[in-house]
């Protein structure tokens, strides 16, 4: 089996590395945001590395189609079995790509996340095959999800 995990920098990508016990069973790749942590990931671990881009800057809408087509590449190049995200902005077009692509996507609301949803975990949640939350009150808002507890 192959996994793409794909996830924003930072505590999410911190996150997905805990999954490494599971991951590194099989074979997997990155998809993160490139700062100069992701450059020195990708040193060791194979990763493909998007722009990191911010919603309130006026190229917002230019720089995400431009990542959302480089996620296509990266899939289509790959073929993961298994996509499994976090985070937001490098996390959605993955998710929806790889749905589009029939592949099986879990995502991993954020642990920063106690009392209210994500965006991006609201528009994942509808067609994600497995949503994890961290905290048992995120159920509220997720009522088929997975509580997981923390993966820290």
């Known amino acids: 089996m192959k996994i793409a995990l ?9 996150q997905m590395r805990q999954l490494e016990k599971f991951y590194k069973q099989h074979k997997y790749f990155f998809i993160t945001e490139d700062t100069l942590m992701t450059r020195e ?3 060791h671990e ?3 590395l998007l722009r990191l881009i911010n919603r309130k ?8 189609f431009m990542n959302f087509f480089k996620t296509w ?13 976090t985070g937001a902005l490098s996390s ?3 998710c929806l790509l790889a749905k589009l692509m029939r592949k099986k996507v879990v995502y991993i609301e954020s642990f920063a ?5 994500t965006l991006t975990g609201r528009l994942v949640y509808k067609f994600a095959d497995m949503f994890i939350v961290q905290w048992e009150s995120m159920m509220r808002f997720y009522p088929n999800a997975v509580y997981g507890g923390s993966i820290y």
Do not use: Q
Request: with cysteine; glycine share 4%; aromatic share 14%.
């Open 57 to 64: 800057k006026w190229n917002f809408p230019v720089l995400f």
């Open 92 to 94: 959605f077009p993955t």
């Open 113 to 117: 996340k106690m009392n209210s949803p």
């Open 6 to 14: 794909a996830c924003s920098v930072g505590g999410h990508l911190t």
């Open 46 to 48: 194979p990763v493909y």
């Open 73 to 85: 590449h990266f899939l289509h190049k790959e073929k993961p079995d298994l996509v499994i995200c």
């Open 41 to 43: 990931l990708a040193k």
